[in-house]
């Protein structure tokens, strides 16, 4: 779809750069909400105006949030944060915008990893479509390259998912420094939260795991179907011992017959998965075309947000 008018939910890092961003793919944002205002303006927004707002006042607005769903919009953008469970407020965000017959673009994992098969059940009897790219990798295609190659001919989808877990292995295994020293550095750095149990914990990525599992058996798959395992006690010595032997440790996401597998894992030194600092990595075993593997920045505002805005680009027009 070209010069989209898009409402957009969420101005964290992908929100912005969706505002930032979105007039150079010929799109148009009309509408922008934030957790406690919103600003709406039918001709398009003034990104820099809206921005400097944000940053002076930390509003975007002077309405109410839920105006977004009020402006003449053709396609939502949900990127507000992640929420697990009931997938809550992005999941009524979604079914506000279906029930409406628009189009939704998600870069929120919740609805898509907790509640796929309500949210199928909502595109199937909207007008709208729904894609969710940026849930998956950031900037890596790997959705639309399954959704390319037929998930019924994928028999296996790994890979490296969370940028925070592979910086801090990576630098772990390269300086021979211990976990609480390089995560301090990393939360210096910006690479991690101040709270950065979601990352290190392995929810990240099974959280994307568990949607690659939805995409490629119809759904039926939330976190609680996935065997998550963290970083937090990986010594420095386990991965002195590994290189000994020419490996490293990985923080490896899986989804292979039906299962759904997170957890630290020996892999090559020079082997495709031994990714550093923040990229990630996602391999697809196919029937026919063998294995392939796409690799790139997995997570960061531009980044995320040409995802999104690759999404809008394959809607049809409503």
């Not at 922008?32 to 002076?56: C, F, I, P, Q, T």
């Not at 919009?73 to 965000?93: I, K, M, Q, R």
């Not at 939260?193 to 990240?204: C, I, K, M, N, R």
Request: aromatic share 4%; with cysteine.
């Amino acid at each position: 779809m070209k010069d989209a008018r898009l409402a957009v939910v969420g101005c964290g890092a992908v929100g912005r750069s969706v505002l930032e961003l979105a007039g150079e793919y010929g799109h148009r944002v009309v509408a922008v909400a934030d957790s406690s205002s919103a600003a709406v303006d039918a001709d398009g927004l003034d990104a820099e105006a809206v921005l400097e707002r944000k940053s002076a006042r930390g509003i975007v607005g002077d309405a109410d949030p839920d105006a977004v769903f009020d402006a003449p919009y053709d396609v939502l953008v949900e990127v507000s944060p992640t929420t697990l469970g009931d997938a809550e407020p992005g999941f009524s965000h979604v079914k506000r915008a279906l029930e409406a017959d628009r189009h939704v673009v998600l870069a929120n994992k919740g609805p898509v990893a907790e509640r796929y098969d309500d949210l199928r059940e909502l595109e199937a009897a909207s007008a709208g479509s729904v894609r969710f790219e940026a849930t998956v990798g950031g900037a890596i295609p790997a959705l639309s390259t399954i959704d390319d190659l037929d998930p019924g001919h994928v028999t296996a989808v790994r890979g490296i998912l969370n940028g925070t877990a592979n910086f801090v292995l990576s630098r772990m295994a390269a300086e021979g420094l211990d976990y609480e020293h390089v995560l301090a550095e990393a939360q210096d750095l910006g690479v991690a939260e101040a709270d950065p149990s979601f990352d290190v914990e392995g929810t990240d990525a099974a959280l994307k795991c568990v949607i690659l599992a939805n995409v490629l058996h119809g759904g039926g798959y939330t976190l609680a179907d996935a065997d998550v395992d963290g970083i937090e006690d990986i010594p420095g010595s386990a991965l002195d011992l590994a290189s000994e032997d020419g490996r490293t440790v990985r923080l490896v996401g899986e989804v292979s017959g039906g299962e759904v597998r997170v957890g630290p894992r020996l892999v090559p030194q020079n082997g495709t998965l031994a990714v550093s600092g923040t990229m990630n990595i996602v391999q697809i075993e196919t029937e026919h075309a063998g294995p392939l593997a796409i690799s790139g920045h997995g997570a960061g505002g531009p980044e995320t947000a040409s995802a999104v805005l690759a999404d809008v680009g394959r809607l049809p027009r409503l």
